[in-house]
């Protein structure tokens, strides 16, 4: 096995150390963050950091470094109040990571990928026409980390649109079945297939 | 495609209404956290809520519900203020769900399953044998979440150990090259395969 120490951590060049500690801590989700600016400009990102925080009330939350993209979604959720959440299919991961380049806060990414905008009821932000699964959210908090000068983004769920064939009779939600992809890194894109689910584990007599 | 509202959300029964928020936000990490009780009990519990916080310094966050299990996990790591990190496999998801029943403190997980500790020099806490990725890491803070009493615990990494097969040249690590899987909602484990690997994303001209 190879092994680093923190002290090789820390004398690694930037770009290896970004992808070896991107990675080495395991698959993460993949989402395409919706928003629109207070004078109608549409934007949308690719998020690898969204997590489930809690279930009652509904939450998420997300990791955002402030002095790196994207700014103009965290600008525009935090002004308008709202944002969406979409997950990310494995025809879309080449739009998808397109959306992570660097544009003017004027040009929308649906213009520049095939990602299409859907506009729902009630939401002024846009969500990603054909997303198996699409989540209205709002935005609720930011904490500050310090270790890193980071930020912890707090949303609420307010709308979940699921594909039917995805939603199971206990609620559960069968991902492989939209054939959503997760992230391996920064920049790898995988398709998991489920392997088998379990009961509620309880201790053996 | 089903839609539920904010208030059909709330309405929901406790248990749809978990399977379906922590399923619906896609795919989680699969980690075997290792800890080591003051006087000497190895304690196993499997995490789907660990993150990437950043790389310089090397950071990792992961989101406690202090009223549920897994106390002893937070207990060891706050007095000894180390734990280690695993990546599990598709051969061990049956026993590492396991590690989610709740024992009493003095029960070791290990005693319970075929996952094997693991000691290696300086590093008081347990590592599973044979994981593909293992980590050492310190205990550094937690944040309080007050939305719903969580904690976001925050932890840096002091060793990395990866079977040198998934290891790139570039510090990416390839995770399905060791079968290394993920987490769908509380109790479904998938395997993901690369798609692909993309280029850091720039503007189209």
């Given amino acids: 096995m190879q092994h680093f120490e923190k002290k090789e951590l820390e004398g690694l060049s930037k770009i290896y150390r970004l992808n070896l500690i991107?990675?080495?801590?395991?698959y993460k989700s993949a989402h395409l963050v919706g928003t629109i600016s207070p004078s109608g400009n549409k934007n949308l990102?690719?998020?690898?950091?969204?997590?489930?925080?809690?279930s009652n009330p509904a939450l998420v939350g997300f990791i955002l470094r402030p002095t790196t993209v994207p700014r103009h979604t965290h600008a525009n959720m935090k002004s308008?109040?709202?944002f969406t959440l979409n997950a990310i299919t494995k025809h879309q991961i080449e739009d998808a990571h397109h959306t992570s380049a660097k544009y003017p806060e004027e040009v929308s990414e649906f213009d520049l990928t095939n990602l299409e905008p859907e506009n729902k009821k009630n939401w002024k932000a846009?969500?990603?026409?054909?997303?198996?699964i699409q989540m209205g959210c709002r935005y609720v908090n930011e904490y500050p980390i310090h270790e890193n000068d980071t930020l912890l983004v707090i949303g609420s769920i307010e709308h979940?649109?699921?594909q039917n064939e995805l939603l199971c009779e206990d609620g559960w939600v069968?991902?492989?079945?939209?054939?959503?992809?997760?992230i391996n890194g920064l920049d790898g894109y995988a398709l998991p297939s489920l392997l088998d689910r379990f009961e509620y584990a309880r201790p053996k007599k």
Same sequence: chains 1, 2.
């Fill in 22 to 26: 991107n990675s080495v801590t395991g």
């Fill in 45 to 54: 990102a690719v998020f690898s950091s969204i997590v489930h925080l809690g």
């Fill in 80 to 82: 308008t109040g709202i």
């Fill in 126 to 132: 846009p969500y990603v026409k054909g997303a198996p």
């Fill in 160 to 162: 979940i649109y699921i």
């Fill in 174 to 182: 069968q991902l492989d079945r939209g054939e959503i992809v997760s």
